[in-house]
């Protein structure tokens, strides 16, 4: 980490569907090793501006800037080029894949020589290499052979975690990562999280889950109604202040 | 499973019931399974009849083998990807048709037979690209549901065939059948062609970043298209490469018959997809092997031509057929791995 700017900055963003407006010049600064906890109600922009970081979807208005340079995604592959690994909440793996396969997905290890400029792939080394990597990012897991829907709903969960640590070089936007999960298994999702703020990645962490929100950030941005009501750092929130400032309630006084 | 050394955590617990374990590992293995059922077909018709295990009939199974094989194949790429392509039939009749007006063309202008089969080959194989492109723009442009994009060009590629056909074989082309006999122990020529296109078309699927996206986007196409794959392009690839074998096989007929006959292939695609579920891929995509696909298309080309053999009237056949991917269904339903998922 050479920089010392924001690696992702989103300069007055919009987008609306038809009549709708989604996001409403929304601005967001974020630094390598930082976690950001990004809240709202449902409906108040959260999906929206997780499509537009990722590029699936492009904003109306605004700027989209990665590690000091203006970006215009047209698919999320462009993203990810870039450097931006997104988690969605529909879960990103292909369940009848192997772990091994799902970690490398669209970034296949080829064999050496003509059978590898064919398109053949090297198998073994994907295999090995992500139990290798998964490791490394704080992932334990079975044979990398198994299938991904042999896997139990929190292993699924810090496979692709894992694999979106992996691959980042900069942001990894993680939606709901902790959703259906137990408290143990949500607990070593949050600790991926930590792992990977340690390797300078920074987390955009978008959760209904309050308490985990407080317990793993650094920094929570609340959206309401597709606005930015509220960007400071996690020491300044509580859960009641936060649940407040969400649904645009006061909270009440001496609860 | 020889890299599991460093993860024992897992072993212990499937070593615990191994007997059981093993009877259902193996049941569950149902290109095992497929290759018993295959091997008994085979023993059962030749008891029954001494002609059955000759040379002459070994031939000919292969070559019924080899008309169906590639429409398999087609279907295997297709039903993985999470598609169907119920117009590979029809694409057999309508690219052998035109493939044989244009092999007659060739024939009144005394073109020499190689070439004009050759010619023939390419025409056949793109009439069934053609028809596999607008198979794509249907799905992944007007965005139709492959089921109703490939029913329109099933309809409309065997009712196309009949009028270019005006009903009646297309050319007459001896040198062709003739050059079908010629071959190489149980191999005919053609049956050759075929099976190397299998063969290739088999390793692609399975060992190749094609046939790894392929899985991919039928298992969970939003993943694949988030890991940065082009699900749209692949698909309607998936579908040209469908018409194009089903192009091939409408040339394989050709040569068969000597003559483009607008009823080849028709209602084949049943018969693909037969042989798709008999070899274990499963209809909702993601799933599924080659080999299964090739062990499906020999038993049901071992059942058809051996129903003959043991002289039970062949309107039977399809009962048989039925009864068969029942019973493959069934032996799917007993896979562990699919309870596994679940729990």
């Keep these: 980490m050479t920089e010392q700017g924001p690696v992702l900055e989103l300069d007055g963003i919009s987008a609306s569907y038809g009549s709708v407006q989604a996001l409403d010049d929304v601005s967001l600064v974020a630094h390598a090793g930082e976690v950001i906890g990004l809240v709202g109600d449902n409906g108040a922009g959260k999906s929206t501006l997780i499509k537009i970081i990722s590029g699936v979807q492009s904003p109306d208005s605004g700027r989209v800037v990665v590690d000091g340079e203006e970006r215009h995604w047209r698919s999320p592959h462009d993203a990810m080029q870039a450097g931006i690994e997104t988690l969605y909440q529909d879960s990103s793996l292909a369940p009848h894949l192997s772990i091994g396969s799902n970690i490398f997905l669209g970034r296949e290890i080829r064999r050496g020589g003509l059978l590898g400029r064919l398109g053949f792939l090297d198998q073994r080394s994907m295999e090995r290499k992500a139990l290798e990597e998964l490791e490394n990012v704080g992932v334990t897991v079975p044979l990398s052979r198994r299938t991904v829907s042999q896997l139990s709903g929190g292993q699924r969960q810090a496979v692709a975690i894992g694999r979106a640590v992996l691959w980042s070089q900069h942001v990894i936007v993680l939606d709901e990562p902790t959703n259906h999960l137990g408290a143990r298994q949500s607990q070593e999702v949050l600790h991926v999280i930590r792992r990977a703020r340690e390797r300078g990645l920074c987390v955009i962490f978008v959760s209904h889950t309050l308490p985990h929100v407080i317990e793993v950030t650094d920094r929570i941005v609340v959206l309401r109604l597709g606005r930015v009501v509220r960007d400071a750092p996690t020491s300044q929130y509580t859960v009641e202040s936060l649940l407040a400032t969400i649904t645009g309630l006061v909270a009440a006084p001496g609860s | ?343």
């Design chain 2, 1 to 343: 499973m020889s890299d599991a050394g460093g993860m024992p955590r897992v072993r212990p617990r499937e070593d615990r019931v191994p007997w059981a374990r093993r009877v259902r590992a193996t049941i569950a293995n149902q290109q095992f399974v497929l290759f018993v059922v295959l091997v008994a077909l085979l023993v059962f018709f030749g008891s029954q009849n001494s002609r059955f295990f000759t040379t002459a009939e070994f031939t000919n199974l292969i070559i019924d083998f080899c008309g169906l094989i590639l429409l398999a194949v087609a279907e295997t790429y297709v039903i993985i990807s999470g598609g169907i392509d119920l117009s590979v039939g029809s694409t057999v009749a309508i690219s052998g048709v035109v493939g044989a007006f244009a092999m007659e063309t060739l024939a009144s202008h005394h073109v020499g037979e190689v070439a004009i089969l050759l010619v023939g080959t390419v025409v056949c194989a793109g009439i069934g690209g053609a028809v596999g492109v607008l198979n794509a723009v249907l799905i992944t442009k007007a965005n139709l549901v492959p089921f109703v994009a490939t029913l329109v060009t099933l309809s409309a590629g065997a009712g196309m065939a009949l009028v270019f056909s005006r009903g009646a074989d297309v050319g007459s082309n001896p040198a062709a059948i003739s050059w079908s006999a010629t071959g190489a122990w149980i191999f005919t020529w053609e049956s050759m062609i075929v099976i190397a296109i299998t063969i290739v078309l088999s390793l692609v699927l399975h060992f190749t970043a094609y046939g790894r996206y392929n899985f991919a986007i039928g298992s969970n196409a939003f993943a694949a298209r988030v890991a940065g794959i082009d699900v749209r392009r692949h698909v309607a690839s998936v579908y040209v490469v469908a018409g194009v074998l089903a192009g091939l096989t409408g040339m394989f007929f050709y040569i068969r018959l000597g003559a483009g006959a607008p009823t080849s292939g028709i209602g084949d695609e049943l018969n693909a997809i037969a042989a798709v579920v008999i070899g274990g891929v499963s209809l909702v995509g993601g799933v599924g092997v080659m080999t299964g696909t090739i062990l499906g298309a020999m038993i049901l080309t071992v059942v058809t031509d051996g129903l003959i053999f043991i002289n039970i009237q062949p309107t039977w056949n399809q009962v048989v057929v039925g009864a068969i991917i029942a019973l493959a269904v069934v032996l799917q339903s007993l896979r562990p791995g699919r309870q596994g998922a679940s729990a």
